[in-house]
């Protein structure tokens, strides 16, 4: 089994060195700053298969057309609590950005506000959008989808892509928030992919092979179908989040996305996020979270808060030797 050989460097140079290879295969400086920020928020805070690794995917889709690097997002609020954004075939956390300081106060000011988007990449790592506005206070809920990667019992055709939910609540400034991020799909596509190049196996449960089988081999994993967890409950969430995602936004349903790891086409991906501000009822709401919080960690329950890290910027991250040698190689290969 080949193995992953990590490397640490600090922030500021990790993200020097994303930034440049993001603009030597295609992106915009915006697009660039954006991408590289969810990144690192991703390998820092989230799920870190989502982070450094998934940007190699962003990287190739860039090159071969599948990321519109000029994308020039519109954003426009077609009722007061309901913002739409057209990605333009670029990626999603772009217009989020920019959009995310009116969006915000629209939460604030009618205590529940809509965001919803087409037209863009994969979301990428779903917890940096409601960790961002968990931090800001703001509790959110978060479902995209993409081209379609799962199966469900009595299929055998892929249906859904791993359409993710996230979910986010402040627990007061400085505190870590409660981030949940999951799948709808037994696993994220990515972890699937990473074990493929790494030679490893993937546990039972994950995923089936082209023939439908059960399969532990990642490789056959890619060419068949993930699987949903819990069975008809979980392709249960992917049809919320799909409808919600797909049908709401007027993206592509996840049948119709093109993919996203091949061919010149965007994905054409949506995402909502559902923002509610939590203190118009109860100013005391976060204190009541995080004291909720430890009493169930008392009791051994796992609640999911991620840290929250004051110096970002000269923090160090890990990075696999690998991923560093590719970005080094485009960035050198850009000069």
């Known amino acids: 089994m080949m193995q992953d050989t990590m490397t640490t460097l600090s922030a500021d140079e990790a993200a020097k060195l994303a930034t440049g290879a993001c603009i030597a295969?295609?992106?915009?400086?915006a697009m660039a700053a954006s991408l590289v920020t969810a990144t690192l928020s991703a390998a820092r805070f989230g799920h870190k298969d989502l982070g450094f690794p998934h940007l190699m995917d962003y990287l190739e889709a860039l090159k071969a057309g599948r990321i519109n690097g000029n994308a020039r997002p519109s954003i426009r609020p077609v009722l007061p609590a309901f913002v739409h954004a057209d990605a333009d075939g670029g990626i999603a956390q772009l217009p989020f950005d920019l959009a995310y300081d009116d969006f915000r106060k629209r939460v604030c000011t009618f205590g529940v506000a809509l965001y919803s988007q087409k037209n863009s990449y994969t979301a990428g790592e779903l917890g940096y959008?409601?960790?961002r506005l968990a931090l800001d206070g703001i509790v959110s809920i978060a479902v995209a989808n993409g081209p379609a990667l799962m199966t469900t019992a009595g299929s055998g055709t892929r249906v859904y892509c791993t359409n993710p939910i996230a979910f986010g609540v402040p627990t007061g400034a400085g505190q870590a928030p409660v981030v949940i991020d999951q799948a709808s799909s037994a696993t994220a596509f990515v972890r699937v992919k990473r074990a493929a190049d790494l030679h490893q196996e993937i546990p039972e449960g994950w995923a089936v092979d082209r023939s439908g089988q059960p399969t532990t081999d990642a490789r056959e994993a890619i060419e068949g179908a993930l699987l949903p967890f819990g069975g008809y409950k979980g392709a249960n969430i992917a049809l919320i989040v799909e409808l919600l995602a797909a049908g709401l936004?007027?993206?592509?349903?996840s049948m119709d996305g093109a993919d996203f790891l091949t061919g010149d086409r965007s994905p054409d991906t949506g995402m909502t996020i559902i923002a509610?501000?939590?203190t118009a009822a109860d100013k005391g709401f976060s204190q009541r979270v995080r004291t909720h919080v430890e009493r169930?960690?008392?009791v051994g329950v796992h609640v999911p808060t991620q840290s929250v890290e004051t110096d970002c910027e000269t923090?160090?991250?890990?990075?696999?030797?690998?991923?560093?040698?590719v970005l080094r190689e485009i960035v050198f290969d850009a000069c």
């Open 315 to 325: 923090s160090d991250l890990e990075v696999s030797e690998g991923h560093l040698r």
């Open 296 to 298: 169930l960690t008392d």
């Open 249 to 253: 936004t007027g993206s592509s349903w």
């Open 25 to 29: 295969c295609g992106a915009s400086p």
């Open 276 to 278: 509610i501000a939590p």
């Open 129 to 131: 959008y409601v960790r």
